[in-house]
């Protein structure tokens, strides 16, 4: 009779009764004066074996499970654990062990239009081209970046392993933080200055390392960059150009390199950040650039079989 009785109640928490329910179906208290501590603590048991029985990941369980993560994947699991009436553990287990799924942080990109992604498989392609068919050709590439005077710190992966929280480093930041543009230092560039820098400084120093060598000139999207003055400018005197690519070496590699190693500390002044900028470029090793540039190429190839749109994973 126990044992029936037993069984009856799992399959009352299968079906997702409530231990208040069972204890009220199940339970014929010998006297009508039982007291409520006697009842809290059928009920603290109740909720236990509960826990213990829906903790049995069972395919309809683990059905269940995977068509609200489908559904909505932004779901957080103690959302999931309260409406599947379970711990947190049984729906972490169910999702990395049962389903094999992760938990991945949301990426932030940039917009592509049909039209952009149309733009970077045509100079993609452009430049694919180019290769076997110019002997010696050199890449410019040119970018720009935000340096901050604080310290860096992501929440999430920024960890301290020690025994004591007091022990824990403290990462201070100013309300405000000041921060280094590297490239262009702070100017407010239109279209007349970009010209003029183009023309009298970086031009003249591409054609010094190039030494009568081919080359190709990459600049970024910025509004002074893609106006008509200055595409008629870069068509007359650079006439291998193009628009920004995820190809560019600076961006997918270089800046978060260089940015991880001169923001691991905050700097007083920012005469500091930017000797400590200059420093980390001075001393990056050949074999580093070498190797950063070299994926170039191959992130060309992406760009064109990836029909223009995203390929960062």
Not at 114 to 123: M, N, Q
Request: one cysteine or more.
């Amino acid at each position: 009779m126990e044992e029936e009785k037993r069984h009856a109640m799992f399959a009352s928490f299968r079906a997702r009764r409530s231990p208040k329910e069972v204890i009220e179906f199940f339970t014929t208290p010998s006297q009508p004066s039982t007291t409520s501590g006697r009842l809290g603590t059928l009920s603290k048991r109740m909720m236990l074996i509960a826990k213990s029985v829906l903790a049995t990941r069972t395919d309809e369980f683990v059905a269940e499970v995977k068509r609200k993560v489908n559904e909505d994947g932004n779901k957080l699991y103690a959302k999931l654990a309260a409406e599947m009436g379970c711990s947190k553990q049984t729906i972490a287990n169910t999702i990395n062990k049962d389903l094999d799924y992760s938990s991945y942080k949301k990426r932030h990109l940039m917009i592509l239009t049909e039209g952009t992604k149309e733009s970077r498989v045509k100079a993609a392609a452009l430049l694919n081209n180019l290769k076997p068919e110019t002997a010696g050709l050199l890449r410019f590439f040119s970018d720009d970046n935000f340096f901050s005077q604080d310290q860096n710190r992501n929440r999430q992966n920024d960890r301290w392993i020690c025994q004591n929280v007091d022990e824990v480093p403290v990462v201070k930041h100013t309300k405000f933080p000041s921060s280094v543009m590297v490239l262009w230092k702070g100017l407010k560039v239109n279209t007349a200055i970009y010209i003029d820098v183009m023309k009298n400084v970086v031009k003249p120093w591409m054609d010094l390392v190039a030494n009568g060598r081919p080359y190709v000139f990459q600049q970024d999207s910025a509004l002074a960059h893609k106006s008509r003055e200055t595409q008629a400018w870069l068509l007359e005197n650079l006439p291998y150009h193009w628009t920004p690519l995820t190809a560019n070496p600076l961006d997918y590699f270089f800046w978060g390199m260089v940015e991880i190693k001169t923001n691991k500390h905050a700097h007083n002044t920012l005469d500091s950040l930017r000797a400590a900028i200059v420093e980390e470029f001075a001393n990056m090793k050949k074999d580093v650039v070498a190797k950063a540039c070299g994926r170039f190429r191959h992130r060309l190839e992406m760009v064109v079989a990836a029909d223009g749109s995203y390929i960062e994973k």
